[in-house]
Nanobody, 115 residues
Framework: QVQLVESGGGLVQPGGSLRLSCVAS????????MGWYRQAPGKQRDLVAT???????DYADSVKGRFAISRDNAENTLYLQMDSLKPEDTAAYYC?????????WGQGTQVTVSS
């Protein structure tokens, strides 16, 4: 079993920055993919970015050039640096870990971009 705990969300003005963190604990394999998804009210949950233990990264087109995903494999921690935030980035952000056939989700952290 794996537990994921996100932190770092909050209220920020347009153009501002936030850094999200996700700490994974439990039985974690040496090879896995961690990522961030987001869900705005009334909308589906969408991919933001993923990163494998080997360093392969994938971004949604809407965040390319503004967001940067990174991870510390030794600490089982995932980060998302979000710059140049826009009101449309407002959503609950969820951390996910995929290993083998299993996918685990965190409880989410709210990001609100508003003036």
């Amino acid at each position: 079993q794996v537990q994921l705990v996100e932190s770092g969300g909050g209220l920020v003005q347009p153009g501002g920055s936030l850094r999200l963190s996700c700490v994974a604990s439990g039985t974690i394999f040496g090879i896995n993919v961690m990522g961030w998804y987001r869900q705005a009210p009334g909308k589906q949950r969408d991919l933001v970015a993923t990163m494998s233990t080997g360093g392969t990264i994938d971004y949604a087109d809407s965040v390319k050039g503004r967001f940067a995903i990174s991870r510390d494999n030794a600490e089982n921690t995932l980060y998302l640096q979000m710059d140049s935030l826009k009101p449309e980035d407002t959503a609950a952000y969820y951390c996910t870990l995929r290993q083998g056939l299993n996918v685990y989700w965190g409880q989410g952290t709210q990001v609100t971009v508003s003036s």
